[in-house]
């Protein structure tokens, strides 16, 4: 993993921060229920707020940042985005999302979502990371226990106006610590 200022690069992929010029396909993606798949809600902005939240930072600031990920060819799949809990600075929640849906089932958003919890681990110095699934969500829920996420409750939560019924896993500093999957990666 290397991490060059706006960008994270894993073995396959390349996560960088959003651009001006990639608007128009995000808005694309936010109103695609093929982009957002069976277990995400379309959220539909247009390209006028995409370009707001990107000038006021709110795609990118100490307290959140949303990446594009790009296979390492140059080709954009979807997004991963964290926040820092407002309540708790110590705690992020991650949130991921393969938009091109040839590019999942291989592996890619397991790397994504691997490497950046490296980076907050490491770099950030996070406690505890947060991520919510919906309970149908069986390829995420494999995932996550993979990544070494534990199941911490059933929950329902809104996605865009939407109440899904799913589950918070979470992952502590000392599980982070001990789980193999990070302790051996290629720089």
Request: hydrophobic share 35%; proline share 4%.
């Amino acid at each position: 993993m290397t991490l060059y200022g706006n960008e994270l690069f894993t073995p396959r992929l390349r996560l960088r921060r959003v651009l001006p010029g990639d608007i128009p396909m995000v808005v694309a993606w936010s109103g695609s229920e093929i982009a957002h798949g069976k277990y995400l809600s379309p959220h539909a902005i247009d390209e006028e707020t995409g370009y707001a939240q990107l000038e006021a930072g709110l795609l990118w600031s100490k307290k959140t940042k949303t990446f594009i990920i790009e296979i390492k060819d140059g080709i954009p799949i979807g997004s991963i985005h964290y926040w820092l809990r407002p309540e708790r600075a110590e705690c992020a929640v991650v949130a991921l999302k393969i938009s091109v849906p040839r590019a999942r089932k291989k592996g890619y958003g397991t790397e994504a979502q691997k490497y950046l919890i490296i980076n907050l681990f490491e770099r950030l110095k996070i406690d505890e990371i947060n991520m919510y699934t919906d309970i149908n969500n069986m390829a995420q829920q494999r995932c996550l226990a993979k990544l070494g996420f534990e199941q911490v409750e059933s929950l329902t939560y809104d996605d865009y106006q939407v109440t899904r019924l799913g589950y918070l896993f979470r992952l502590c500093r000392p599980q982070y610590q001990q789980s193999s999957i990070y302790q051996y990666y290629y720089e």
